[in-house]
């Protein structure tokens, strides 16, 4: 009985911190989709090309610290390193909205990229200190979920604030939430069960022969250099930057290509826009209790990447001529482009020890930001050039299939071999109680 109420406490206390942060770190980092449609452009006399490369920016600062950021996470504290984090990306997300020229945007834009990019790894590896592997795809979802819920409430929001007030104002009045929340982290966030003072001896103590458990199978790496060598990580890397482009060109040119394939306000814009994220969030909660249930991660990988890749294909096929259409098939490949992203975290603690996982989730996401990059800044140059979004849906689509196809190619361990080890400490713990 202990047990189950150990992991109740878990869930209850530390996923609505865990969403809210990163809810707040993936806010910024969309509504530059919403600026783009609604005047920021002609303000600060920004080229399209322009504007493409500003829109990708924030994916360059964000590569080049992503392991940085997880190898102090691992190493010292994931508490501290979110904090100023939180504060520095507040600040720098409201100085958006009073920059008086396009150069100061660049300058601004490459720093959100610099501070933000240490939120997804720390958070990964502070899940990693606090869920099993049975847990680990639920725990990763809705870590992950702060992204499309965000995206899904940030559409709206972002409509009516830029209809009624101005872009600027929407930079802002978004940006202060974050600034505030630093100070909420800091006094609710323990780095790991040991510091929890709402956890008992017990519960501690179950807790952490569950996670050493589940070490004992994975064959060891001794260091980083060896860990990012590995070709598993290297298809991994690969996988998530062909994955990312197609996600990251979708969610910030979905506002500017709904409002060119319809003529519509940014309210209408900002509710179109919600709905994929929507369908997002249900397919993800379903896709992780499914891959936590059979502990099949790639099962629930590559398919929804194949639908998705498919979706895009058959939107770019029925052209600009069928909105609705087009739109209906925009809503699948959002669902089915978010659904796997917690059994794909989940692959890689199952594959490598503790002591290197989280700088290779690190380097993984890194690679997903540069795929992000050359999603944000080719998708907005294909859109700016051909004035159609169908060359973009076919570089969406063709990117995809090649992450569905690196996903089958990859070879995992079964995890049901070596869950009961973990899973026994788990019962005599709770026996014992």
Known sequence: MEKLKLASRRWWYLMPIVF????????????????????????????????????????????????????YAEKHSVKKLIFVSLILWG?????????????????????????????????LVYLCHWFTRAERSRANTFLILGNPVTMLWMSVV??????????????IIEGLPAVIWAFIWWRLADDRPQQAKWLSDADKQALQTALEAEQQGIKPVKNYAEAFRSPKVILLSVQYFCWSIGVYGFVLWLPSILKAGQEMDMIEAGWLSALPYLAAVIAMVLVSWGSDKLQKRKRFVWPPLLL????????????????????????????????????????????????????AMALINSMGALGSFGGSYLVGY?????????????????????????????????T?????????????RAGSH
Not at 158 to 171: E, I, K
Not at 382 to 405: E, H, K
């Open 308 to 359: 998705a890749a498919v979706a895009f294909y058959a939107s770019y096929a029925l052209g600009s001529q069928h909105f609705w259409w087009s739109y209906g098939l925009l809503v699948l490949a959002a669902a089915c482009m978010y659904a796997p992203y917690g059994p794909f975290f989940a692959i890689i603690p199952e594959i490598l020890p503790g002591n290197v996982a989280g700088g």
């Open 158 to 171: 972002s409509g009516y604030l830029v209809q009624h007030f101005s872009w600027r104002w929407m930079f």
């Open 382 to 414: 294909l859109n700016a050039t051909t004035g159609d979004p169908g060359a973009s849906y076919l570089l969406m689509s063709g990117a995809l299939l090649i992450s569905a196809v690196l996903t089958i190619a990859l070879k995992t361990r079964d």
């Open 91 to 123: 600040g720098l997300a409201s100085l958006t909205g009073v920059v008086d020229s396009a150069y100061w945007l660049v300058v601004i834009r490459f720093l959100l990229g610099v501070v933000e990019a240490v939120v997804m790894p720390a958070m």
């Open 416 to 428: 049901q071999k070596v869950a009961p080890q973990a899973s026994l400490v788990g019962h005599a």
């Open 20 to 71: 809210i942060t990163y809810s707040l770190a993936y806010l910024d980092r969309a509504n530059y989709g919403f600026a783009a449609a609604s005047g920021m452009a002609h303000d600060l006399q920004i080229t399209p090309g322009l504007s493409s490369m500003l829109g990708a920016l924030f994916f360059l600062g964000y590569f080049f610290f992503q392991v940085p950021g997880a190898i």
